[in-house]
């Protein structure tokens, strides 16, 4: 069975033509690799707040559904090592399996550990249990 690229309602209304474009390509050229849960970055910015606003495609070649409720994120960069770690609770994400989604995890000002490049970064669920 071949995988899935959905989005959650929310954006399906609201995303923008160029970056939807962008996220189909990317989901075309980067196939779910069995058996692994992979965060694909698509974009990071800064916003008015300060806060680090990272956008990957969450890729689930898991056999479980992935939930994004109570996981930890780090996000780093390159030859920079950790930038920002943060707890998150985002029940509308479920992916599937054999199913790829967009979604942007907004890292607080105060989860930020030095202050992004947002260049060569990657998102990485924790191993570790903060519950």
Do not use: C
């Not at 995988?3 to 196939?31: M, T, V």
């Not at 690799?33 to 990071?44: N, Q």
């Not at 930038?83 to 199913?99: K, N, W, Y």
């Not at 995890?105 to 570790?128: A, C, D, G, Y």
Request: no cysteine; proline share 6%.
């Amino acid at each position: 069975m071949g995988d899935r690229l959905i989005f959650e309602p929310s954006w399906e209304k609201a995303i923008a033509k160029q970056d939807r474009i962008r996220i189909e390509q990317l989901h075309e050229k980067s196939p779910i690799r069995h058996g692994e849960l992979t965060w694909l970055p698509i974009r990071a910015a800064m916003n008015h707040q300060g806060s680090l606003l990272a956008m990957v495609l969450i890729q689930n070649g898991e056999e479980e559904t992935f939930k994004a409720e109570r996981i930890f994120l780090n996000y780093y960069e390159n030859k920079r090592g950790m930038v920002a770690s943060s707890r998150f609770d985002s029940p509308q994400v479920v992916v599937l399996p054999d199913t790829s989604m967009p979604w942007t995890f907004v890292f607080p000002k105060t989860s930020l550990h030095q202050r992004p490049l947002l260049m060569h970064w990657e998102v990485k669920l924790s191993k570790n249990s903060y519950d």
